[in-house]
């Protein structure tokens, strides 16, 4: 993952973004329930990487500026 797949996940996550939106306001039935669960489970996911890599960004960046 780079930079510029970071920018596309926070374009698609965005509050305001249209599939967000689609999971949670515009998609209904059994299906649904499990996408939105789904969705909750990915997020914790990203999230124990996003905390790792920021909780060690200096040892990660090794010094570059």
Do not use: A, C, P
């Not at 790792?52 to 090794?62: C, R």
């Amino acid at each position: 993952m780079n930079s510029k797949d970071l920018k596309e996940l926070l374009d698609k996550i965005e509050l305001d973004s249209q599939e967000r939106d689609y999971i949670f306001y515009l998609g209904e039935g059994k299906d649904m329930d499990k996408e939105r669960h789904l969705f909750f489970k990915y997020v914790k996911e990203v999230k124990h990487y996003m905390d790792y890599y920021l909780e060690n960004e200096e040892t990660i960046m090794g010094g570059v500026e």
